[in-house]
């Protein structure tokens, strides 16, 4: 079955992007099957939606975090991608990748982001 | 920013049943699939329920999932220590031009 997995720095320092990738594998991210999205948890808070892109490129972010998200996918590589500008210690956070179709599932076991100077 | 309540936190003894609920709105419960997640702690969550009722392979008939209307709830009879977790419903939500929201997550305990 499909599996992912993040990959990133896990410190960043403030007002730089942070930069992670998920690898797709057990499956291709052009099946059109689902929606591959991120999602990020704070330390000790409940989970936030970031966006998702479809194989086609097409994507949809969460409205809060619009103006400084960017999400991208390489099919050659079965690889997506996440990219969030002008980051604070606000944005520190469990980044997880999924799939997204009515439920979510897999998720990625998580990457800790610090953002911090 | 939750779009969806639920209880902070629930508990009960072993062997007992707890339920969990999660109001929303006709853009998100009211007209789309629920979803449910386990979080156990330093792990990331995993799909407990699915499609209001459904469960996944491998996940016990002791997890029960429905909904009615703009609410949802989640049992779990025979309570065990290894569901000492949070949970935290899901769904789409159409007002907000098709993003994916959260329940505010319920903390589980074993007493």
């Known amino acids: 079955q499909v599996q992912l997995q993040e990959s990133g720095p896990g410190l960043v320092k403030p007002s730089q992007t942070l930069s992670l990738t998920c690898t797709v594998s057990?499956?291709?991210?052009?099946?059109?099957?689902?929606?591959w999205s991120w999602i990020r948890q704070p330390p000790g808070k409940g989970l936030e939606w970031i966006g998702y892109?479809?194989?086609?490129?097409?994507?949809y972010y969460n409205p809060s975090l619009k103006s400084r998200v960017t999400i991208s996918v390489d099919t050659s590589k079965n690889q997506f991608s996440l990219k969030l500008s002008s980051v604070t210690a606000a944005d520190t956070a469990v980044y997880y990748c999924?799939?997204?179709?009515?439920?979510?599932?897999?998720w990625g076991q998580g990457t800790l982001v610090t953002v911090s100077s | 920013q939750s779009v969806l309540t639920q209880p902070p936190s629930v508990s009960a003894a072993p062997g007992q049943k707890v339920t969990i609920s999660c109001s929303g709105s006709?853009?998100?419960?009211?007209?789309?699939?629920v979803s449910w997640y386990q979080q156990l702690p330093g792990t990331a969550p995993k799909l407990l329920i699915y499609d209001n009722n459904k469960r996944p392979s491998g996940i016990p008939d002791r997890f029960s999932g429905s909904k009615s209307g703009t609410s949802a709830t989640l049992g779990i009879t025979g309570l065990q220590t290894g569901d000492e977790a949070d949970y935290y419903c899901?769904?789409?939500?159409?007002?907000?031009?098709?993003?994916?929201?959260f329940g505010t997550g319920t903390k589980v305990t074993v007493l």
């Open positions: 892109i479809y194989y086609s490129g097409s994507t």
């Open positions: 057990g499956g291709s991210i052009s099946s059109g099957d689902y929606f």
């Open positions: 006709s853009s998100n419960i009211g007209n789309n699939y």
């Open positions: 999924v799939a997204i179709d009515s439920y979510i599932d897999p």
């Open positions: 899901g769904t789409w939500d159409s007002s907000l031009s098709a993003s994916y929201v």
